[in-house]
């Protein structure tokens, strides 16, 4: 029995996730999950009910995204995801915290104004802080931490996505020209179109899909 990966395909965690099983090759059984109709197995697995979640060949379950990035570029990272050319795997994680603890919150608010009292531009000024941070990292490597892209990169890069989507003339007009060139760059490889490949939602009893895609 391979892995199985429950994945929701636009939620930005698991895009993480199946960044790092694509970059890793490894492969595994990925069953979409419809979030508003999460399939009994899922929440046996893992009663919280966030995707991704992530059930090894020994039963182990992975119920953070981070997690899962970690546990397949143990097991394989032949693009050096885990060794960063600037800094140590600590420093990556940090960023990743960062990311997930401080500019998440100002995402949501940002994106959903309405359910906020602090939603819309203040957030989106606050979310604008930590960009402005990523781009002066970006000014002195192509990548987050050097020369080569870590799990940093691809970890950040769906949360960044899904901000210069809300509003992309706004993003596109701000003083960020490493940045754009950052996240064009991850939108247009190989690596991110097999991430994000479409697959219609897993029903209790079939088999899932193979994961990474050809
Ligand atoms: N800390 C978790 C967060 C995962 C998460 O919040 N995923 C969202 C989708 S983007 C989710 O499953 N939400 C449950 C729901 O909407 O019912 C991780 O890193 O995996």
Redesign the pocket.
């Known amino acids: 029995m391979p892995p199985v990966l429950y994945s ?1 395909r636009r ?4 895009m993480r996730a199946r960044l790092a099983l694509v970059a890793s090759g490894q492969s595994c059984e990925l069953r979409e999950v419809a ?1 508003r109709h999460k399939p009994p197995e899922l929440l046996a697995a893992s009663p919280k ?4 979640v992530l059930l090894t060949e020994e039963g182990t379950v992975l119920e ?3 997690d899962v990035m970690l546990w397949a570029l143990r097991r394989n990272d032949p693009q050096r995801w885990l060794q960063p050319d600037i800094g140590t795997l600590d420093d990556l994680l940090a960023l990743v915290a960062a990311c997930d603890e401080q500019f998440k919150p100002q995402l949501d608010r940002y994106k959903y104004p309405a359910r906020h009292a602090d939603g819309g531009e203040p957030a989106r000024a606050r979310g604008a802080q930590f960009l402005h941070g990523l781009e002066a990292r970006l000014s002195t490597a192509p990548h987050l931490a050097g020369d080569h892209a870590t799990l940093a990169d691809a970890a950040l890069m769906p949360f960044v996505r899904q901000f210069a989507m809300v509003d992309a003339a706004w993003f596109d007009a701000q003083p960020w020209p490493r940045l754009h060139a950052w996240l064009a760059g991850w939108t247009a490889c190989a690596l991110f179109e097999r991430a994000m490949h479409k697959y219609a939602p897993w029903q209790s009893g079939e088999a899932g899909v193979d994961f990474p895609p050809a």
Request: net charge neutral; charged share 0%.
């Open positions: 929701f939620c930005p965690y698991a979030l009910g966030t995707v991704p953070q995204s981070l």
